[in-house]
């Protein structure tokens, strides 16, 4: 079972569960509208019975259920529904009636569709079906209102003559509409769970049929103990029974049952999870009295702790004595939210020692969390579980699809309680993932900004760390303009900037630091109104300060130096860099030793001469010094062993290959791209080709006033594109959008 959960998750999805994703998620692309603004299929495609009963149920969990799209379901001779989801639906009641009750349905699931849709609305469209008055064996209506039955009822539960199953949990029922229901003539299975039924006697009327019963958290029942099971004692065809309670009532009704000799011979599951007075001898004995026993509730009780309760074999047991009983609670009561955070809190203990990946289990933790968004208490025991579960190594033996799925659904906890630091510090843990951060796939953009949120209203030095640890990786992920939005936001760059002046001042090199100065080398990457905000802030005076602070950290110099090249590709912001003191650092580390600090000190330097004389506001001289000193430098560099620097684009380059009165500032350009394509040619050849870089680098290596070290790196770099394009076939884009000077 374990392999097989495993494997289902790790597999790519089913095609007809992606078709149907694209199908629901593109309907405007297959639909007209009608004159009422509903949608409706311009081809008439018969699809399989089964194919439309998918459908319907992708439209309604994808939230895509709506007045328009759902119909498409209207024409019952192409889409025939047999058994219709529409749980959490937000649907009218015309809307209902039209698409789905001319269909001949088994089964209806509305749970908890929105409050426009009541259970006298669904009643009434029903009725419009005679066929499916006698068809219909499955409802259920959990959590829907009843608030329309104030009026005349015009529409019971009793015309539904077919009807073998119906579920009323969560719902405003009484006990003048419990007697219509036990009126149904083939009623097999009931739930009242949470409802407001006094008296039960009504169910006396179903004693030779009625094989399952669901009475959990009956929270206004008046009968005594002995008049309960007076009534459940006559129920002799009963085959499950759950009498739980997770709000711990002090009824002692469990306790009596157990102990009632030959009561319910026929019971083959018993639930009394959340019951006092439960012991492991009272259960023991009920069930050695039926040895056709094939499940008991115990979670939130006194039992399930001797051997034959343990749950491993036939008899499944939900409770709290070890893992298994544990994970059976999860899967059984996951729409039970007080049973869901009770077994989530033992479920921590256990996943404390976990050495092996369980995508089992995290993808029962998973479900709960799906189900109560809105819960604190099990958002933040999940949360925790979720941490234990794939911390570590244990991520990298998790399937991507249920990774991606928990990490939206940390991102969604964190929305909902962006002020409880606790949830918040749990989820910060489990996103700090190398595996989750780097593969899965998950609104990174989304994240970067709760992330940068939390860090703007925290203090909490070790959080601190790990916040900046995400957002330096999450925003090398993003796009240009998603990386230009976040870095938009003033608040950020101060946050970060403050983070780096507190640690400047302090004179501590620690990760944070180095986290917090790549997060704003990546947010500055081809970002103008960024860079913009690092200078309004004083951006540059502080990092001065930072390469004043720690002259011997070479790691820290390229970060700076990095993010300042950024600075130094936005024209506009150059007569800010144009600051002597400024230009002595950048000169100094120019000769430094370590190729990746001289590479970027480089790269400021090539692009403030890159515009020419006109733009320099300093000594000529100066510049001439500096761009000899630039060409001299970089011949001079051994090519480094792995790829020090990743690029989202050319386009910063393709300015300086135009640069021929100035073949420093070419040379350093050059070099940098037959860098990174000797290094990962697959992505930096597809680049440069799709850039249009190959007509720019022959322009440049064919062009007469060309350096000779400057051709030699551009026909480094034209064989390499021509390997790659050997190797993939890939053809080069042929526009160009800069056009070289004349040789002439």
Known sequence: MLNTMFQDEASPPPLTDLCLTYVSQNLDRFCVKRPDGSLCFREAVLFPQELADQLLAKMASEGLLNDSTVGVFRTCEYLRLRRACVRTARISAEAFQKALCPHRLLELDAARVNADLTIPDILQGLATNKYC????????????????????IRHRFSSLHGLRSLSLANVDFYDSGLVDVCSLPRLESLDLSNTSVTNLSP?????????????HQLKRLEMSTAQLLGVIGQLDALQH???????????????????????LPALVSLDVSGRKQVTDAAVRAFVEDRPG?????????DAGFSDVLSGEGNLKVTGEANETQICEALRRYSEREGFVREALFHLFSMTHVMETPRADILKLVV????????????????SACVFNLTKQDLAAGMPVRLLSSVTQLLLEAMRTFPNHQQLQKNCLLSLCSDRILQEVPFNRFEAAKLVMQWLCNHED???QRMAVAIISILAAKLSTEQTAQLGAELFIVKQLLQIVHQKATQGVVDATLKFTLSALWNLTDESPTTCRH????????????????????????????????????????????????????????????EVEVSYFAAGILAHLTSRGKDTWTLSPEL???????????????????????????????????????????????????????????????????????????????????THKDVRLLAGSILESLQRHQARTGQHAHTHCSRHLPSPQ
């Open 623 to 705: 510049r001439a010094s500096l761009l000899e000193q630039l060409h001299a430098v970089i011949t001079k560099w051994p090519p480094p062993e792995c790829e020090m620097v990743a690029y989202r684009s050319f386009n910063p380059f393709f300015p300086l290959l135009e640069c021929f009165h100035t073949p420093g500032v070419q040379l350093w350009a050059a070099w940098a791209m037959q860098h990174v394509c000797s290094k990962n040619a697959a992505r930096y050849c597809s680049m440069l080709l799709e850039e249009g870089g190959l007509l720019q680098l022959e322009l440049v290596h064919t062009h007469p006033q």
């Open 293 to 301: 026993m094939s499940f008991v509730g115990l979670l939130a009780t």
């Open 241 to 263: 029974l759950d009498i739980s309670d997770d709000k711990q009532f002090t009824s002692d009704v469990a306790r009596q049952l157990l102990s009632q000799p030959g009561i």
């Open 534 to 593: 690092f200078i309004e802030n004083q951006g540059l005076d502080l990092f001065i300060k930072v390469l004043e602070s720690f002259p011997n950290e070479s790691s820290i110099q390229q970060k700076v130096l990095g993010l300042l090249n950024n600075i130094a590709e936005v024209g506009e912001l150059h007569v800010e860099l144009m600051v002597q003191s400024f230009l002595d650092h950048i000169s100094s580390l120019l000769h430094s030793p």
């Open 203 to 215: 169910l006396l009327g179903l004693k030779e049929r009625l094989r399952s019963l669901t009475l």
């Open 133 to 152: 008055q006698e068809s219909l064996q499955r409802l259920v209506l959990t959590g829907l209102t009843m608030s329309s039955l104030e009026e005349p």
């Open 461 to 463: 030095q070790n959080m």
């Open 367 to 382: 479900l709960g969390m799906k189900n109560h968004p809105a819960t604190l208490n099990v958002q933040l025991a999940a």
